[in-house]
T-cell receptor
Framework: SQQGEEDPQALSIQEGENATMNCSYK?????LQWYRQNSGRGLVHLIL?????REKHSGRLRVTLDTSKKSSSLLITASRAADTASYFC????????????FGQGTILTVHP | DTEVTQTPKHLVMGMTNKKSLKCEQH?????MYWYKQKAKKPPELMFV???????INESVPSRFSPECPNSSLLNLHLHALQPEDSALYLC????????????FGEGSRLTVL
């Protein structure tokens, strides 16, 4: 799939636990972004990592990028019930700079 | 104003109707996007406008017709749709010269009967 794969497809954890989601892609990238979507709503940008970066932090979010393995991971630490949502990675790259292609997504459920 | 506003939020139409979805942003972004999202699937790119010109068309059927009348407004005209076109249609904008982050609206949920 050109869209890339995310795993797990669904993740269920308790509040306070960490959540890790993985994203793989097949073609070269300029950057990789992570978005969050609450049920049936618009997407919200969370964090972006450039192709020459290996790790980035933003609050409780930590994203890593391994371009040799064409993979990225998003870690949410000390999760909260409000973190329940779908999380998508999105890659920007190739010859069409304007194009942002989303992965399949991970549905995260955080139980209080 | 950091919002992308989409109207209507919900739309039900028959296969012979003509309707339009509207998207508006006042952030000065010069790139605007239409995505289609089916339930439990990722958003799929349909169109990209850059400086009011169509720059990407992902081989979308002609029953979907985009229009960008000015830098703040993006329309998606719908005609002779099929039930399988029922989906959440998301509009997004992107500032030029930035890192490529998209700002999304809340979407228009379309049901085709």
């Amino acid at each position: 799939s050109q869209q890339g794969e995310e795993d797990p497809q669904a993740l269920s954890i308790q509040e306070g636990e960490n959540a890790t989601m993985n994203c793989s892609y097949k073609t070269s990238i300029n950057n990789l972004q992570w978005y969050r979507q609450n049920s049936g709503r618009g997407l919200v940008h969370l964090i972006l990592i450039r192709s020459n970066e290996r790790e980035k932090h933003s609050g409780r979010l930590r994203v890593t990028l391994d371009t040799s393995k064409k993979s990225s991971s998003l870690l949410i630490t000390a999760s909260r019930a409000a973190d329940t949502a779908s999380y998508f990675c999105a890659r920007r790259g190739g010859t069409s700079y304007g194009k942002l292609t989303f992965g399949q997504g991970t549905i995260l459920t955080v139980h209080p | 104003d950091t919002e992308v506003t989409q109207t209507p939020k919900h739309l039900v139409m028959g296969m012979t109707n003509k309707k339009s979805l509207k998207c508006e942003q006042h952030m000065g972004h010069r790139a605007m996007y239409w995505y289609k999202q089916k339930a439990k699937k990722p958003p799929e790119l349909m169109f990209v406008y850059s400086y009011e010109k169509l720059s990407i068309n992902e081989s979308v059927p002609s029953r979907f017709s985009p229009e960008c009348p000015n830098s703040s407004l993006l329309n998606l005209h719908l005609h002779a749709l099929q039930p399988e076109d029922s989906a959440l249609y998301l509009c997004a904008s992107r500032p030029t010269g930035g890192t490529g982050e998209l700002f999304f609206g809340e979407g228009s949920r379309l049901t085709v009967l």
